[in-house]
């Protein structure tokens, strides 16, 4: 069995029911999440080794996360104790011309405050295949970004597989320093870069020609340039993929992607989701997909994305961070069994 170590921030998530305003809630709903641990838990569920790797405080909330990780399959025994805090990130879904809203308080958090030296790599990285982390991480503070980079140089040098999504959060970058500054160092030590529509641009400025997000169709080629000229930046890179949505409305979008391997570019199939459930976390249950492919389908990229996109399609009707899905329900998706009748 393959296994996969993930780096990252989770926090308490605390959503309004429904579809209330901030200003209608008088309750939320708590859930764990965080795009690390979203891969890590996509991943066990489809059976592989994945361990989480953080920094939570030593509290009873940061105890019922890990508890709640390890219920779903994920190993933790290397997260380390220290800080105050664990973050926090209130939820406001959107409908129709509404869109989703996304408020943080996660200033001063236990892994903001993380070290390099606070985690042994080498240890962590026994018998791992595969590191996979986000432009998030190095966004929350320096110690993050250059724990990070500990983490990636310690992967390359033990051979590991190393992939990234490139994430970008524009409310994040506070500390000082620019994504475009920070994420070049850590991507050029990664074999797979995933991002969507809009990560190359605002990162590192590349861009596909005559793309609206907004016409709520998108021609899957034009992407072939983006992933090419990351892939020039980037020469450890084999691999690049990129998310496609449109955005007809926040409860209606297309969904696709596609993955360049430095001569075929492959396209999945589109999704038209309507009547979303649940957006966030979309893009992490694309990675886990991708993880999961990649490992399973070694010499067939178009079966490796189609998993990743069929995945993060089904993701969208799962309330709350996690993917909670399995191969078999991503694999019917594959096949064309999107009825939605009952399994009996």
């Not at 909330?61 to 994920?74: F, M, N, P």
């Not at 791992?128 to 040098?157: K, M, V, Y």
């Not at 590192?204 to 990351?230: C, M, T, Y």
Request: proline share 3%; with cysteine; glycine share 10%.
């Amino acid at each position: 069995m393959a296994k996969v170590i993930t780096f990252g921030e989770i926090m308490l998530r605390l959503a309004t029911p429904g579809h209330l305003r901030f200003g209608q809630a008088d309750s939320f709903e708590v859930t764990f999440g965080g795009g690390e641990a979203n891969v890590a838990v996509s991943l066990a569920n489809y059976g592989i080794d994945a361990e989480f790797i953080t920094r939570l405080p030593d509290n009873d909330i940061a105890r019922a996360c890990l508890c709640e990780l390890r219920g779903l399959g994920v190993e933790t025994r290397h997260c380390v104790k220290g800080g105050d805090r664990i973050g926090i990130y209130f939820l406001e879904t959107g409908a129709v011309s509404r869109a989703s809203k996304v408020i943080y308080d996660r200033a001063n958090s236990a892994v903001s405050e993380i070290r390099p030296g606070m985690i042994d790599w080498d240890e962590v990285f026994k018998g791992a295949d595969w590191f996979h982390w986000t432009g998030i991480t190095p966004a929350i503070s320096e110690g993050a970004a250059q724990t990070c980079l500990e983490a990636i140089q310690a992967a390359n040098r033990l051979g590991i597989t190393v992939s990234c999504d490139l994430n970008f959060r524009k409310k994040l970058w506070k500390y000082g320093k620019t994504a475009g500054e920070v994420m070049p160092e850590l991507v050029k030590g990664c074999d797979v870069i995933i991002g969507n529509e809009e990560d190359a641009e605002k990162v590192f400025g590349i861009k596909p020609e005559n793309f609206n997000v907004e016409q709520g169709v998108i021609d899957n080629a034009r992407f072939e340039s983006v992933a090419r000229q990351l892939m020039e930046k980037f020469p450890k890179a084999k691999k690049v993929a990129i998310t496609l949505r449109g955005s007809v409305n926040a409860d209606h979008n297309t969904w696709s992607s596609v993955m360049f391997n430095g001569s075929e570019l492959v396209s999945a199939r589109t999704y038209d989701i309507s009547d979303i459930v649940d957006r966030v976390g979309g893009g992490d249950s694309f990675c886990g997909g991708l993880i999961y492919g990649l490992l399973t389908y070694p010499e067939d990229d178009s079966k490796a994305l189609a998993f990743a996109t069929a995945a993060s399609c089904l993701k969208h009707t799962i309330p709350g961070d996690y993917n909670r899905v399995t191969v078999a329900e991503v694999e019917a998706l594959m096949k064309g069994d999107g009825s939605g009748r009952v399994s009996r």
